[in-house]
């Protein structure tokens, strides 16, 4: 992740913008004028755009995962087992978004509620937790998270 900053004609903001929304993935344009006024500053924050094999497939993640049903056992068994109050570590951040992930990837509404919406909470909760102010899908990067984790193991 970097910043860009980038002072151009203020006819020129919407196609510098652009540029550089094309080439990078990037943040929210905060826009200013200069100390003389005759002219726009750009600040963004940006990064380099994926290439495919950065992200793998859900079916890449999660092809050597254990069982759904073992996930959520696992997740509750971890916070059973751990005190009131106490930090609950990345492990169990990844692999609850991982899970919620796979539930969101059924595809079945009426059977799970809002899959989706809790499976893009806990994976932007990790991102955040590893990386503030990266800027990617988040639930790309808990696939991408997760399979490195089972290749570790």
């Known amino acids: 992740m970097f910043e860009i900053r980038a002072i151009c004609d203020p006819g020129d903001t919407d196609r510098v913008t652009t540029a550089l929304t094309t080439a990078f993935m990037t943040g929210e344009v905060r826009t200013y004028p200069t100390r003389d006024g005759k002219r726009t500053r750009l600040y963004?924050?940006?990064?380099?755009?994926?290439?495919?094999?950065?992200?793998?497939?859900?079916?890449?993640?999660?092809?050597?995962?254990?069982?759904i049903n073992s996930e959520i056992g696992w997740t509750a068994r971890f916070l059973v087992d751990s005190a009131c109050f106490t930090q609950l570590g990345r492990e169990f951040y990844l692999r609850k978004a991982a899970c919620l992930d796979r539930i969101a990837l059924l595809d079945k509404p009426d059977m799970f509620g809002d899959a989706t919406e809790a499976a893009d909470a806990a994976a932007l909760y990790l991102l955040d937790l590893d990386q503030p102010g990266v800027i990617c899908d988040p639930r790309a990067y808990v696939r991408q998270q997760y399979a490195r984790s089972l290749a570790d193991q």
């Open 44 to 67: 963004l924050t940006a990064d380099h755009r994926p290439t495919p094999q950065d992200w793998p497939t859900p079916e890449q993640a999660y092809a050597n995962a254990p069982s």
